[in-house]
């Protein structure tokens, strides 16, 4: 290249940026191409979360911005051309699923004649839980981003002329598929209308405090809890049954003694391999992000918990049971499910640490035999309950880690983490009293844990240590199992260390 053509270059460059059409219309065009985020992420060399808040309003820039203009305008222009070619409306009709299809015995009392809107994200559902349409898989729960429930299929676009301008065709496209909406109570409101209470709390404690970051910091900590049941509300909205937020609890979600322990086992980990092999070996110890953010989707009991006798679990009830733990004999390389408990016998365990026995037990894995139960209090529950809830939250996270927002990123974390803390015997949260939630929600953190330290070992990693909610220590390449990073779904490294010696004979002194 000459010095001519690198200037012609430059200046062909120069003072131009790449048009992009509204967030919306970037989602509706991947998903009208039936493309997931993360193939999406793949193509362009970034994240799944990434190309998430670029279709929630953030812009990129450089190089990946005109690579992202690239595919907007490509897929539009493949879609006009197959909208041309599309067969009348009039000829078309709804596909049943095809696990509808495929499972025509299961659960025949509850599979719904005609699909009806889901209670958690307002789309189609074909079976009912509890007397209610619900998605059976949450992978078909679309709770995340409601602002998309009302759209249009992508057969009833019409054909679109190549635009010589993204932004001006992409608003006419748009407007021409109507506007998006959320259902809020009996009524819907524009999805465009639904508050963001977490960017505007933070807008509005930055200017009371000048831009102070510690000071606004400070004070956004202090309002987590009342910030987060706000949010909780808000999410909320368009449900069609209500939570019992102050229900009877029986005496054994209830402290005996105000210091007291709490009579819920919550298999909270704590284990150590108690060998490794002979040399010297370097330990990762992991950090796994949002721990408890990601145990919100968990089975919740909805109303309040009802006692049974049975050895039987359903799995469409949720709480706690007493049961006898089976015997676990793998201690040298996995932790026990049950963590570590020292006094043998029965104890009372929550609804994910009884799902995590009884699928180690199922033909899959058979790593234990099937726990015996004794007594059970449970409810009628979903695990879609607080989805919403948590999206919201992530969505912010993402957001903040993003842009590098440090003051959001501390606020949110304070909202979900006090939100758990505070369901129990607390003064500090007066609105939802389910201490029977908290111990559900931090036992599926450790559930979670535990199934990291599982896939460790599946994938040929060495665990060493699992701890808490979040610590994982392991020996091997981990980056070719875990994704490195602070999104919710990856993981990050709190240290490195060396365990053992170094037996490679000394040759200077032989």
């Known amino acids: 290249m000459t010095d001519f053509d690198a200037i012609d270059a430059l200046l062909a460059g120069a003072g131009q940026e790449v048009l992009l059409p509204p967030a919306g219309e970037r989602r509706a065009l991947r998903e009208e191409l039936n493309l997931s985020r993360a193939q999406l992420a793949r193509a362009l060399g970034v994240s799944p979360s990434t190309v998430g808040g670029w279709e929630s309003g953030r812009d990129p820039g450089g190089e990946v911005r005109e690579k992202y203009a690239y595919f907007l305008q490509g897929a539009r222009t493949r879609l006009a051309a197959s909208a041309a070619q599309d067969v009348p409306d009039e000829e078309r009709q709804d596909d049943v699923p095809p696990e509808v299809e495929e499972n025509p015995g299961q659960d025949d009392d509850n599979v719904l004649a005609t699909p009806q809107p889901c209670v958690l994200c307002g789309q189609p559902a074909y079976h009912q839980v509890e007397g209610f349409p619900q998605h059976l898989d949450p992978a078909e729960c679309g709770p995340a981003e409601p602002a998309e429930t009302a759209e249009p299929a992508p057969q009833n676009i019409p054909p679109r002329d190549e635009p010589s301008r993204m932004v001006p065709a992409a608003r006419q496209d748009r407007a021409a598929r109507g506007v998006k909406v959320v259902p809020v109570g009996r009524r819907v409101q524009a999805a465009s209308d639904s508050p963001d209470l977490i960017g505007s709390a933070v807008t509005a404690v930055l200017a009371q405090h000048a831009g102070d970051i510690e000071a606004a910091t400070t004070a956004l900590v202090k309002r987590a809890i009342p910030d987060a049941m706000a949010l909780l509300d808000q999410t909320r909205k368009g449900g069609r049954y209500n939570i019992v937020a102050h229900p009877w609890l029986p005496d054994i979600l209830r402290k005996q003694t105000a210091r007291g322990a709490d009579q819920i086992w919550e298999a909270r980990p704590k284990w150590t391999r108690p060998e490794l092999p002979a040399g010297q070996h370097e330990v990762t110890a992991l950090d796994v992000n949002g721990a408890y953010l990601s145990?919100?989707?968990?089975?919740?009991?909805?109303?309040?918990?009802?006692?049974?006798?049975?050895?039987?679990?359903?799995?469409?009830?949720?709480?706690?049971?007493?049961?006898?733990?089976?015997?676990?004999?793998?201690?040298?390389?996995?932790?026990?499910?049950?963590?570590?408990?020292?006094?043998?016998?029965?104890?009372?365990?929550?609804?994910?640490?009884?799902?995590?026995?009884?699928?180690?037990?199922?033909?899959?894995?058979?790593?234990?035999?099937?726990?015996?139960?004794?007594?059970?209090?449970?409810?009628?529950?979903?695990?879609?309950?607080?989805?919403?809830?948590?999206?919201?939250?992530?969505?912010?996270?993402?957001?903040?880690?993003?842009?590098?927002?440090?003051?959001?990123?501390?606020?949110?974390?304070?909202?979900?983490?006090?939100?758990?803390?505070?369901?129990?015997?607390?003064?500090?949260?007066?609105?939802?009293?389910?201490?029977?939630?908290?111990?559900?929600?931090?036992?599926?953190?450790?559930?979670?844990?535990?199934?990291?330290?599982?896939?460790?070992?599946?994938?040929?990693?060495?665990?060493?240590?699992?701890?808490?909610?979040d610590e994982l220590h392991v020996i091997g390449d981990w980056r070719a199992v875990f994704p490195e990073g602070r999104g919710v779904t990856e993981v990050k490294v709190k240290d490195v260390y060396t365990v053992g010696t170094d037996q490679t004979p000394d040759r200077a002194g032989s």
């Open 295 to 469: 145990a919100l989707k968990t089975h919740l009991p909805i109303g309040q918990l009802e006692h049974s006798t049975t050895n039987t679990h359903d799995r469409r009830r949720a709480g706690v049971h007493l049961i006898t733990p089976p015997a676990w004999d793998h201690d040298a390389v996995l932790p026990n499910p049950i963590g570590n408990r020292d006094e043998g016998g029965p104890l009372w365990i929550t609804e994910p640490t009884l799902r995590l026995l009884l699928r180690l037990s199922g033909p899959k894995y058979e790593l234990c035999d099937p726990p015996e139960i004794h007594e059970s209090w449970t409810s009628g529950a979903t695990e879609g309950l607080l989805e919403k809830f948590r999206i919201a939250l992530k969505d912010a996270r993402d957001r903040a880690i993003s842009d590098g927002d440090e003051v959001t990123l501390e606020y949110v974390k304070q909202m979900y983490s006090k939100f758990v803390s505070t369901l129990g015997e607390s003064n500090y949260n007066r609105e939802l009293y389910r201490t029977d939630w908290m111990h559900l929600i931090r036992s599926q953190a450790f559930v979670n844990l535990w199934w990291k330290a599982h896939r460790a070992y599946d994938e040929g990693l060495m665990a060493v240590r699992a701890m808490g909610t």
